[in-house]
């Protein structure tokens, strides 16, 4: 398993990925626009921060996300739009290399960063992966049925 900064070859891949992702949500979200994700996903590898884990095969994982503020605020945090990792490579080392370098990132700038998982199962196990790299909750999400 490796770990690289995202380039524009991969916009492909990080594209299926990202399907997936979708696919597997419980909850019922709006389907894709694949003009808007392709735009997303190469202004984040062009404007933000996006890395890729990979194998000889295919790109296996992927984070990526850029600069913001909240409404009240000028100061800036990282935050994901993006983390997901193929189930078949989820016990691999993926999802540890791709958080390690966003934490990276944020901690080389000197901004925080926040990540969030929204709409998707196994929330136990993700709260448990994230407070592994110190983060704490900071809220939930409702959304209307």
């Known amino acids: 398993m490796q770990l690289r900064i995202a380039n524009p070859i991969d916009v492909s891949a990080i594209y299926l990925l990202l399907n ?58 990282l935050g994901d739009l993006f983390f997901y990792v193929l189930p078949d490579h989820r016990k691999s080392r993926a999802a540890m290399m791709l958080i390690k370098e966003f934490l990276k990132v944020g901690r080389e700038n000197k901004i925080p960063v926040r990540m969030g998982h929204v709409f998707s199962g196994d929330i136990d196990r993700k709260d448990k992966f994230y407070q592994h790299f110190g983060f704490v909750n900071a809220g939930t999400i409702y959304v209307e049925k």
């Open 20 to 77: 997936q992702m979708h696919r597997e949500t419980e909850l019922e979200v709006p389907p894709i626009v694949s003009e808007t994700l392709i735009g997303k996903i190469n202004e984040v590898i062009h404007r933000g921060v996006c890395f890729v884990t990979h194998n000889e095969k295919e790109l296996t994982g992927a984070v990526g996300g850029q600069t913001g503020t909240d409404w009240w605020s000028d100061k800036p945090y």
